[in-house]
Antibody, heavy 120, light 111 residues
Framework: EVQLVESGGGLVQPGGSLTLSCAAS????????MNWVRQAPGKGLEWVSH????????HYAGSVEGRFTIYRDNAGNSLYLQMNRLRVEDTAIYYC?????????????WGRGTLVAVSS | QTVVTQEPSLTVSPGGTVTLTCASS?????????PNWFQQKPGQAPRALIY???NRHSWTPARFSGSLLGGKAALTLSGVLPEDEAEYYC???????????FGGGTKLIVL
């Protein structure tokens, strides 16, 4: 069974930093592309970042480009999102998301999410 | 700035058929946008339904089908059940630096 467990969320002040982690199990982590997707309270989904199975290339939404960094540890079956210069509008549930093996199968498995709250 | 547009809400009767659409501000949605569809119920993480326009996942009920319709991506639910009441999101591929965009979501009400 595929399991994706996010951690590292919490309350942080504007301008602060936070690193999210995602522990993956139940599949060969190094074979799959991974993403972070977020959802602000009461709002829709926003794709944040994507990383290829090998670790590159990486892609980012324009709203986080230059502030967030996605990376992975294939030996440790973990995905990360380093978030710097956080803004109030970054407040959201952040989901760790695995793409599928099928061609252009996106978001096949989701974690439960971790809440990031940016507030003074 | 590219925008992906979905109907904010739709209402359907149990047993009925409803089509949700997904439009791109860049023009007609084609198979090259590889539309994906997701269902999200309150308090839950999203669940994938359709990938690459019209491919169901193994867990996706046959009453869900994906297609291209009138320059948009479409998700059709036939024989709607009360449990299909949920928010539905499409995801389109644009390539380049920021490859994927979600639509704003459609709240499907089964009444």
């Amino acid at each position: 069974e595929v399991q994706l467990v996010e951690s590292g969320g919490g309350l942080v002040q504007p301008g602060g930093s936070l690193t999210l982690s995602c522990a993956a199990s139940g599949f060969t982590f190094s074979d799959y592309e991974m993403n972070w997707v977020r959802q602000a309270p009461g709002k829709g989904l926003e794709w944040v970042s994507h990383i290829m199975s090998t670790g590159s290339p990486r892609h980012y939404a324009g709203s986080v480009e230059g502030r967030f960094t996605i990376y992975r540890d294939n030996a440790g079956n973990s995905l990360y999102l380093q978030m710097n210069r956080l803004r109030v509008e970054d407040t959201a549930i952040y989901y760790c998301v695995r793409d599928g093996a099928g061609y252009q199968s996106r978001g096949e498995d989701w974690g439960r999410g971790t809440l990031v709250a940016v507030s003074s | 700035q590219t925008v992906v547009t979905q109907e904010p809400s739709l209402t359907v009767s149990p047993g009925g058929t409803v089509t949700l659409t997904c439009a791109s501000s860049t023009g007609a949605v084609t198979s090259g946008y590889f539309p994906n569809w997701f269902q999200q119920k309150p308090g839950q993480a999203p669940r994938a339904l359709i990938y690459n326009t019209n491919n169901r996942h193994s867990w996706t009920p046959a009453r869900f089908s994906g297609s291209l319709l009138g320059g948009k991506a479409a998700l059709t639910l036939s024989g709607v059940l009360p449990e299909d009441e949920a928010e539905y999101y499409c995801l389109l591929y644009y390539g380049g630096v920021q490859p994927w965009l979600f639509g704003g979501g459609t709240k499907l009400i089964v009444l």
